[in-house]
Each structure stands twice: as C-alpha cells, then as structure tokens.
C-alpha cells in the first residue's frame, strides 16, 4: 500500500532536519577546542607527604663518617638501595644512577647508594662497585654500616616502614658469588629523589625509561630551585 503523500512530507522534513542538526554537532565537535589531557604523574616532582629521608651514621667508600645532616641536607640527592654482589636488580639501578650521574654533571645533584649487605660491603668493596660503573665519587657516594651487621637500617625504615616494599633474604633464590653461593636480597628497583630538608620528592623505577627520564628532569629543577 502506497504512504499517502502528507506522511512522505512529513517524513523527508524530519529526515531533514535529523540530517541538520546531526552536521550541525558534528562541526560544533570538531571546533571545540582539544581539551587538556590531566597532568601525568610523571610532570611535575611531588613531595611524598610525609615521608623524608631516615636518619642515618654510615661511613663511605673512603671509610669516612656519613651523616644524613652532612651528606644529604642542604643538597639534591638521588638515593638508591644496592648491595655489590647482586647480580639481579642492581647492575641495572647502578647503571642508571651512572647515567643520572653524567646527564647532570653539570648541575648541584649529588648520588647516594646504600649498601644493604653491610656484612660484606665494606669501603674496600664499595670502592671496587662504584669503579665498576665509573662512579664520579666526588658527587656520587657509596655507604655501608661501619661494622656491618645486619641489612642497614636505613633502607629497613625508608623502604619496609615507608613503603611498605619488602627486603629481605630469598632463600628460594641462591645467587653466586666469589665464596659459593648466597640467599638473593630481595628489594625494589626504585630509585628515590631527595629535597634539601631530607623529603622524599618522588620515587621511580629504574627498569622504566619514562620514569627515568622523570627523575633526570626532576631532580635538574630541584637542584636549580635549590640555588643559594
């Protein structure tokens, strides 16, 4: 049965009209202005509230008292949590801080690198691992319980109370090493950015480019900002 002819009016005015207002909205969208995507996390450094740097009284590398007063205030410190006979985490975390370390040679950024297996990291060995990643040891120390003992408490408290990451020996996971073997000490890979008060001001994963790449501009504005 044929559609009497007022219906097909009707219906090609409405189709009309559906067609307009739909090339109507299309232009509105496709003028509006882009929206700014919300800042990433990664933009700007934070202050993690509340949580600064432990106090600490550690020698380094050339057996010489550290202090967090001494070493890290005052300062913008890239701080991270190693031990030299690591074969897993710590190649790469140091390798990173090495490349931290030269990418802003030319800024007031200092490195710090606590040992977590004071037992066996004296300065003597201290001073072997920061060779081995062609450490610039005037900015960049190394620290270590000055009679060894059990995993620094510094890392305990900043990682495991602040954090809540863990760190502790793996027995499941035996690494090799110059007298046999020995249970792995499992800890993050994150390396930490550290304000003139001792505030942590972030933290990043050294296994991830982008956060890396963070950290490097990070700590370049905070140690510009900390200009006397």
Partial sequence: ??????????????????????????????????QPEPPSPLDQPRHMQGIAMPEFSLVDQDNRLQTRAGLIDGNVTIVGFVFSRCPLACPGMMLQMSKLSESLRDTSVRLASFSIDPAYDGPEQL????????????????????????????????????????????????????????????????????????????????TRPDEMEALAAHARAAGAANKP
């Fill in 127 to 206: 001073t072997e691992f920061a060779g081995r990643f062609g450490a610039d040891t005037a900015r960049w120390r190394l620290l270590t319980e000055p009679r060894g003992g059990a995993i620094t408490q510094v890392a305990r408290k900043m990682l495991s109370e602040n954090f809540r990451e863990h760190i502790r020996e793996d027995e499941s996971t035996k690494i090799t090493v110059s007298t046999g073997e020995m249970a792995n000490i499992e800890h993050p890979p994150h390396l930490f950015l550290v304000g003139p008060r001792g505030e942590v001001l972030g933290r990043y994963n050294s």
């Fill in 1 to 34: 049965m044929n559609m009497p002819v007022f219906a097909r009016i009707i219906l090609a005015v409405l189709l009309t009209v559906f067609l307009c207002l739909g090339g109507a909205l299309l232009v509105l969208s496709l003028n509006r202005p882009a």
